[in-house]
């Protein structure tokens, strides 16, 4: 959690951590996540990361798929070191590869390529060979088996003391293992979904072959986070933090307060721009509910001065947003920072509280081309640098379903642990061209109806984001017989898994009639309401 190295307790030190060596393969990341769906720990390292310099000893290591070929003069390759550790190995398609070249350089491109489904078919060998660990990979599975390819390469023959445990009618080295030592290859992917027993596999890997204790869970991980912050900051250290009242800063929020009481001090600012009663919503819920010490600063009409008069290129408006942030966040840290050097308390602000995710972290190490890029960690908007704070990251270990599986545990309300992502400039970018006071009435006005109706018919859930943009343009109505000339809503929501593709939701007729019919009674100004049916791509989800 903290940058600087000097984290107490990180979970690898603690739980039985499977390291999954990524070779870039779009996929690597669920490697670890389907890992950790089976209560085994596990993170994420380069391909390129030198096992010498890393201070644990993982119980297993995967190396992952990638997009290169083994052969070529500028392919990744893993740390040799890797095969003296005297750990299980599984290598999944480059992976396998990769092991294969290493043991006798015997792979090349084949003259097919095979993408997608395949059949694959078992070949076990029973207990004669090494004490049937060789048999272990595909234990408890039928011998036949739907799996999901995606190379083009092949081994021209099996390494050296290496067996086929499995084939398919294109690969017959689907499968491969060391007759004495516990490496495995698979040509398949375990890892997505369209393997359907592709989990059982790496169960098989992770738990019987490796070994690895299934105790990640999440009230172990709050025990453990808790007392790692406690240690981290000690007993007078303080932390101040931003809280928007989305998921990720109010879990991390929570845990800093479970951890610290009233020594974090979160702060929420009010842009002007927030969706209707939101400030006095996360209020409510931060301090009543959770018993977080919050301070609210009041700053809307900074940023709606601000605001004033752009109308051209909406970068500018995430930029006045981001900048009029920084400045108002700043302003406020100083403020409680004085406070608290004043208090008996002492020690004054040292830490500043980041929300960040571990695809965020993913991202800011992950090897992208062939000569390893490290990326430095870009997700610390917002950082005061002349307050000289150290980082403090509860959530840097987490994917997004375990901060909500935190939150649920940490008694965070259902609504809060489950609301659709909200953007940092609010609906300055749903309100497209000038931000006006007045147009933030109309376009919160028009969103609370749509979002309100949607939790009335039960779709919440099912959609993953949802909200109404106000367009820069008047179209003619007819309303109580009058001519109007009034404003246009458009109404968006998309359904998706990882927000890099999208989907409009299908409502039904009778429910946009509905919305439709709320927001032209009920919000002055607005004369037409029209859906927007653009999946992403080519559109984005918001709109500027
Ligand atoms: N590039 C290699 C191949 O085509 C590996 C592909 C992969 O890992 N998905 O065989």
Known sequence: MATDGSDPIPPHKTFDTILVLDFGSQYSHLITRRLRELNVYSEMLPCTQKLSELSWTPKGV??????????????????????????????????????AWHFGKNVLAGEKREYGHAYLKVERHGDGEAGGHVDKLFAGLEDDMEVWMSHGDKLSHLPEDFITVATTTNAPFAGMAHREKKYYGIQFHPEVTHTPKGKIVLKNFAVD???????????????????????????????????????DSTVAAKLMQQAIGDRFHAVLVDNGVLRLNEAQQVKETLTAGLGIKLTVIDASERFLGRLKGVTDDPEKKRKIIGNTFIEVFQETAKKIAAEAHK?????????????????????????????????????????????????????????????????????????????????????AIRILGEVTPEQVRV???????????IRAAGLYRKISQAFAALLPVKAVGVMGDKRVHDQVIALRAVETTDFMTADWYPFDGAFLKKVSRRIVNEVNGVCRVVYDITSKPPGTIEME
Not at 402 to 413: A, C, D, F, T
Not at 443 to 453: L, M, V
């Open 62 to 99: 995967i190396l992952s798929g990638g997009p290169y070929s083994v052969y070529w003069d500028d392919a990744p390759h893993v740390d040799d070191a890797v095969f003296e550790l005297g750990v299980p190995i599984l290598g999944i398609c480059y992976g396998l590869q990769e092991i």
């Open 443 to 453: 376009a919160r006005e028009a969103d609370n109806i749509f979002i309100e109706e």
């Open 343 to 427: 208090s008996d308390k002492a020690g004054g602000i040292e830490w500043l509280l980041q929300g960040t995710l571990y695809p965020d972290v993913i991202e800011s190490i992950s090897f992208k081309g062939p000569s390893a890029t490290i990326k430095t960690h870009h997700n610390v908007g917002g950082l005061p640098k002349d307050m000289n704070l150290k980082l403090i990251e509860p959530l840097r270990e987490l994917f997004k379903d375990e901060v909500r599986e935190l939150g649920k545990n940490l008694g965070i309300p259902e609504d809060l642990v489950w609301r659709h992502p909200f953007p940092g400039p609010g609906i």
């Open 209 to 247: 072959i490796c070994q690895a204790r299934t105790d990640w869970t999440m009230g172990k991980f709050v025990d453990q986070e808790i007392a790692r912050i406690r240690k981290l900051v000690g007993d007078k250290g303080q932390v101040i933090g931003a809280v928007s009242g989305g998921v």
